[in-house]
């Protein structure tokens, strides 16, 4: 599989400039990381959950683990992970467990853990499991527009 079309669109239409790296196939983000020769705290991990008010996507490093208390209670929220059947039907053109942590193109919002914006480059899956994109922090930052940016994640 390649990158995924609704975000090559999406990315286009945003008029940045990244590029793609090509890793042998991974199933994690941590290892993702590791076999493309980057740091993991630069890796975006997605993470997607819901509750009554719709869908929300939490971007974190791949080095850490989402607080879901601390993110519930920063947005006044009740939220819980998205079951993976709900995940592969709104990312239908990306790989089961590849969903890009960009959800505007998708109409999922964002929030982004603090310590992943502080990168100065960022890399994540491309909707498949042997490419990333890759793009400086700045950029990462305007690709995420209305994202809501706090701490709410932990070191593995």
């Known amino acids: 599989m390649t990158m995924s079309g609704t975000l090559y669109r999406y990315l286009a239409d945003q008029e940045v400039t990244f590029d793609l790296v090509t890793h042998p196939r991974s199933a994690t983000s941590l290892e993702t990381a590791r076999l493309a ?13 819901e509750d009554e008010q719709g869908y929300l996507m939490a971007v974190i490093p791949a080095s850490h683990r989402l607080d879901l208390g601390e993110l519930d209670r920063q947005l006044n929220r009740h939220l819980e992970f998205a079951p993976e059947a709900e995940i592969a039907g709104l990312f239908e053109d990306c790989e089961p467990g590849a969903m890009p942590p960009v959800g505007a193109p998708w109409g999922i919002p964002e929030v982004v853990d603090d310590r992943l914006a502080e990168q100065a480059e960022v890399w994540f899956e491309a909707g498949d499991h042997e490419q990333l994109v890759h793009m400086n922090g700045e950029t990462f930052a305007q690709v995420m527009g209305d994202a809501r940016f706090g701490r709410f994640s932990e070191h593995l």
Do not use: R
């Open 37 to 49: 020769h980057v740091p993991a705290d630069c890796v975006a991990k997605p993470v997607l959950l």
